[in-house]
């Protein structure tokens, strides 16, 4: 007696198996790009200062918020910290790209920031030196990056943008703006280049915004509406706390409709310390 054969499956079987081993690739795939993209997002945040500094008469805050795509981790940053000469030293940028490559690169901009600043306290110095290394490294990719230089004792403050979004600014006395000094290149676009520095003296209280374009621009947001919703939200709340004005100013980025990430930095300045 003959064995019985089985019947050999049908084609809705065979749909049914070719189905469900797409589902699974797919859900490998997921899983497989979700492990990367919470990495990334990790490296990222491991990437910025853990602990803002504290010197007299300044208070410092900040607040960052992920790209909203998940597949697009970006590259922005901010610091803080105290200069070889005492003075406290701050900068904000925004890499080039949305992946890994893009946060690798901001923290070798951010290393070489400080590292160079361990040397010099010029802002300009700080930026030309960090952008010929840059280049000199052969990366191919460009960040754009705003740097001050804040002298407590002396009051003086320095300023100098490599295409970077301009900061804004309040005072006690009811002035405000958006500073658009003159800049130069984002850093790793022309080698030598000179950056261009604004001095002032701080003569009040009054606090210092900075931030990146994730902040204030978007596809169908113009960058000029965005900088002057934060210029009406600084001036009305420059004397609030700065960890307090710092998440106001970032809730402008919902109204960007943007899938960028976004930074922000603020400095409050409690004035000239009184007669002793």
Known sequence: ????????????????????RLVDQA???????????????????????????????LRIAARYAPSRDGLDVGGDWYDAFVMMDGSLGLAIGDVQ???????????????SLRAIAETTSDPREVLGRANNLLISM????????????????????????????????????????ITLDRGGPPLGV????????????????????????????GPTYPME??????ARLVKVGFDADPDVLAASVIKVADQTGHSDDA???VVRYDGPPGPG
Do not use: N
């Open 97 to 111: 790209g949305h992946d890994v490559e893009a946060i690798a690169f901001m923290g070798q901009v951010r290393t």
């Open 27 to 57: 859900l490998a795939q997921i899983k497989l790009q979700q492990a990367r993209v919470e990495l990334a997002v990790a490296l990222q945040r491991h990437m910025l200062p853990p602990a803002l500094p504290v010197l007299p008469g």
């Open 190 to 217: 022309l080698q030598g280049e000179l950056y261009p520095v604004t001095r002032r003296r701080l003569t009040e209280p009054g606090v210092l915004v900075l931030l990146t374009d994730g902040v204030v621009e």
């Open 225 to 230: 509406s965005g900088l002057a919703e934060v």
């Open 263 to 265: 930074a922000v930095l």
């Open 138 to 177: 052969g990366c191919g990719l460009f960040a754009t990056c705003c740097f001050l230089r804040f002298d407590p004792v002396g009051r003086d403050l320095t300023v100098s943008r490599a295409g970077h979004v301009p900061m804004i600014w309040a005072t006690e006395s009811g002035r405000s703006g």
């Open 1 to 20: 007696m003959r064995g019985h054969r089985a019947d050999p499956p049908d084609d809705g079987q065979q749909l049914l198996i070719t189905l469900g």
